[in-house]
Every structure is written in structure tokens, then in C-alpha cells.
């Protein structure tokens, strides 16, 4: 069992893919003389689980590319046979510490109370509050199991939602800003968009690449930061030319904000790490700083969100 579950890590599948049941209705083993090995190997060297991370890691299965074979394919698509690597996507924390860690916001402190998920909150994922009454929504997206029952794995759904997150949350916005904080001592922008590249994806840019970062710097003045910007300064002018600026009535009148914080209400919930994905919750307290919004960390943003970073290859 603990032989499978350990190849299941390093494969995404075990050789028995049903790790919680190896009975008669379970799944038959892909590899029955390779489990039998890996299992016999791992009573011979005193039940180490370092030294059988060793043998697996070190196996020309381990070692093979991702890269495709439509005959394989045809044969065997879902890659039972293991002919080719898989490429993972990372889990909801794994997503959440990569942004924290290049952003180089991550706390790496060990133990303390658990804390509820928030955009610019600094501890590890591990340390988020879990509820089994209701799951955070960020945990819940990325396909974190439900914490009212035991998970023998974790199933990967691939929804627009998901996406969504990528493109408008406040969390993914913000931490962009502070990467581009991180990359703005560079001289150029070629520089920085190398440095970043560096950070992001552990490589340097090809020419092609820092090309297409030049033109998207190029060619993205926010667009929509600037029209609602020049929308809300015209609403502003035509009140004060009819004189209904003070006519509002106080069923209609924003409440004062004060120290970036709404006042407290029985709906007052903090904002989560799903903020900026849909409407604001009625009453959330804003209790964090965000930084204004730039060019370059748009930019960085789209570099967070491609696959090259979300997936382990």
C-alpha cells in the first residue's frame, strides 16, 4: 500500500489506482511484478521510505519526457503503461505558495494557529483555515478535498471559473506588483522581463519571448482602468453641475470608509482569496493595502497564469 501511494506521487497514478482498496472489486495492478519488486525492495533496505524514493527516482520510467506518440497514444491514451511523463498541474497550495514565493512575500515561519486566506496573507497555504462546514472558495476551486470525509486522491477538473481567477483576482494582481517591485531595480525593460523570466520559470527568455513582452508593454495602456476612471470622474463633474451631490438621501449614501475598512455589520466577512473574481460580498471589510495597479505587473500577471508555470512538467 504504501509502496503504491508513493509511486502515485512521483506518477500521478498508482500501479494499483485505487489506493484505499486493493481487493478483490479494486482496480488490478498495472505492474504486478513492479509492485511486487518495489515492495520486497522496500522491506530489504528496513522499510526506508528515503531509499525507495531513491529506486523510483532513479528509474528510466521516472526519467522519461512528456513528449507525445500518437501510436502510444492510440494504444494506451490515458498512459497506464507509463510511456511518457505526465504533467501535473500543482494543487491549490502548491498554486498559492509558487505566487507567494516568487512574489518573495512567502513567510516560511513553522507552526502557529491556522489563519483565514486572504490576497496578501504571507503564511503557507497548510497554515489556511479549513472548515468543514464550508470549504474556502479559493481551496474549493483548485479541487481541494471535502474536509467532512476521508480522499484517497484528488480529482483535477479544468473549469472557466478557474481561469477567471487567474485573469481578475485581486491575489494574482497584487502579487504581480510585487514581483514587479522585486524586477524593477533592472535598468531596461529587456532586463527585467530576463530577471522575471528567471524568478518565474527558473530559465531565461528567448529573443522571441522578450519580444512579445516588449509589444505587450507596448501595447497595453489598462484600457479598462482608464475608462472607468474617466467614467467616474464625468459622473463626478455632472453631479456637481446639477447640485446633486448633496440631495443624496441616507438610504442611497455610501457609508464613510475608514483606515481602508467598511464598517462592521453582521455581513462583514473579510476579503478572501476570491476577491476581484465576482460582485463583493455585502459588508466585506477591506483590510489589506493593495498596490496600484501598473503596466509591468499586468504583465507579469499573464506570465503567472500560463501553463509553463501552473504545471509541473
Given at each position: 500500500?504504501?509502496?503504491?501511494?508513493?509511486?502515485k506521487r512521483?506518477?500521478?497514478?498508482?500501479l494499483?489506482?485505487?489506493p484505499?482498496?486493493?481487493?478483490i472489486n479494486?482496480?488490478?495492478?498495472?505492474?504486478?511484478?513492479?509492485?511486487d519488486?518495489?515492495a520486497?525492495?522496500?522491506v530489504?533496505?528496513?522499510m526506508?521510505?528515503?531509499?525507495l524514493h531513491?529506486?523510483?527516482?532513479?528509474?528510466?520510467?521516472?526519467?522519461?519526457s512528456?513528449?507525445?506518440?500518437?501510436?502510444?497514444?492510440?494504444k494506451?491514451?490515458?498512459n497506464?503503461?507509463?510511456?511518457r511523463?505526465?504533467?501535473?498541474?500543482m494543487?491549490?497550495?502548491?498554486?498559492?505558495?509558487?505566487v507567494?514565493?516568487v512574489?518573495?512575500?512567502?513567510?516560511t515561519?513553522?507552526?502557529?494557529?491556522?489563519?483565514?486566506l486572504?490576497?496578501m496573507?504571507?503564511?503557507?497555504?497548510?497554515?489556511g483555515?479549513?472548515?468543514?462546514?464550508k470549504?474556502?472558495e479559493?481551496?474549493q476551486?483548485f479541487?481541494f478535498?471535502?474536509?467532512?470525509?476521508?480522499?484517497?486522491?484528488r480529482?483535477?477538473?479544468?473549469?472557466?471559473?478557474?481561469?477567471?481567477?487567474f485573469?481578475?483576482s485581486?491575489?494574482?494582481?497584487?502579487?504581480a506588483?510585487?514581483?514587479a517591485?522585486?524586477?524593477g531595480?533592472?535598468p531596461?525593460?529587456?532586463?527585467?522581463?530576463?530577471k522575471?523570466?528567471?524568478?518565474?520559470?527558473?530559465?531565461t527568455?528567448?529573443?522571441?519571448?522578450?519580444?512579445?513582452?516588449?509589444?505587450?508593454?507596448?501595447?497595453e495602456?489598462?484600457?479598462?482602468?482608464?475608462?472607468?476612471?474617466a467614467?467616474?470622474?464625468?459622473?463626478?463633474?455632472?453631479?456637481?453641475?446639477?447640485?446633486?451631490k448633496?440631495?443624496a438621501?441616507?438610504?442611497?449614501?455610501t457609508?464613510?470608509?475608514k483606515d481602508?475598512?467598511?464598517?462592521d455589520g453582521?455581513?462583514?466577512v473579510e476579503?478572501?482569496?476570491?476577491a476581484?473574481?465576482g460582485?463583493?460580498?455585502?459588508g466585506?471589510?477591506v483590510?489589506?493595502?493593495?498596490?496600484p495597479?501598473?503596466?509591468?505587473?499586468?504583465?507579469?500577471?499573464?506570465?503567472?497564469?500560463?501553463?509553463?508555470?501552473?504545471?509541473?512538467?
Amino acid at each position: 500500500v504504501i509502496v503504491n501511494r508513493i509511486w502515485k506521487r512521483h506518477f500521478g497514478t498508482g500501479l494499483v489506482d485505487t489506493p484505499s482498496n486493493f481487493g478483490i472489486n479494486a482496480e488490478k495492478p498495472s505492474h504486478p511484478e513492479l509492485l511486487d519488486y518495489l515492495a520486497q525492495f522496500f522491506v530489504d533496505h528496513g522499510m526506508s521510505i528515503k531509499a525507495l524514493h531513491r529506486e523510483i527516482l532513479s528509474s528510466a520510467a521516472y526519467q522519461l519526457s512528456g513528449a507525445y506518440s500518437k501510436a502510444n497514444a492510440d494504444k494506451d491514451p490515458g498512459n497506464r503503461l507509463y510511456w511518457r511523463a505526465n504533467r501535473p498541474r500543482m494543487t491549490a497550495e502548491q498554486i498559492r505558495d509558487s505566487v507567494l514565493f516568487v512574489s518573495g512575500a512567502l513567510k516560511t515561519t513553522v507552526g502557529g494557529p491556522s489563519a483565514t486566506l486572504t490576497p496578501m496573507s504571507p503564511r503557507r497555504t497548510i497554515y489556511g483555515r479549513v472548515s468543514r462546514y464550508k470549504l474556502d472558495e479559493y481551496l474549493q476551486l483548485f479541487d481541494f478535498p471535502s474536509p467532512s470525509q476521508t480522499a484517497e486522491k484528488r480529482f483535477s477538473t479544468n473549469v472557466p471559473l478557474q481561469r477567471l481567477f487567474f485573469m481578475n483576482s485581486d491575489f494574482m494582481q497584487q502579487h504581480a506588483e510585487k514581483l514587479a517591485e522585486r524586477v524593477g531595480g533592472e535598468p531596461t525593460e529587456e532586463e527585467r522581463i530576463q530577471k522575471a523570466y528567471r524568478l518565474i520559470f527558473g530559465r531565461t527568455a528567448t529573443a522571441a519571448e522578450v519580444q512579445a513582452g516588449l509589444e505587450f508593454l507596448a501595447a497595453e495602456p489598462m484600457k479598462q482602468y482608464e475608462e472607468k476612471k474617466a467614467e467616474a470622474e464625468k459622473a463626478k463633474a455632472k453631479a456637481a453641475s446639477d447640485g446633486s451631490k448633496g440631495m443624496a438621501s441616507a438610504e442611497t449614501k455610501t457609508p464613510e470608509v475608514k483606515d481602508g475598512a467598511a464598517p462592521d455589520g453582521p455581513d462583514a466577512v473579510e476579503s478572501g482569496m476570491m476577491a476581484g473574481v465576482g460582485p463583493q460580498k455585502p459588508g466585506a471589510k477591506v483590510t489589506e493595502p493593495s498596490l496600484p495597479i501598473t503596466v509591468f505587473g499586468r504583465y507579469l500577471k499573464v506570465l503567472l497564469s500560463s501553463s509553463e508555470f501552473l504545471f509541473v512538467s
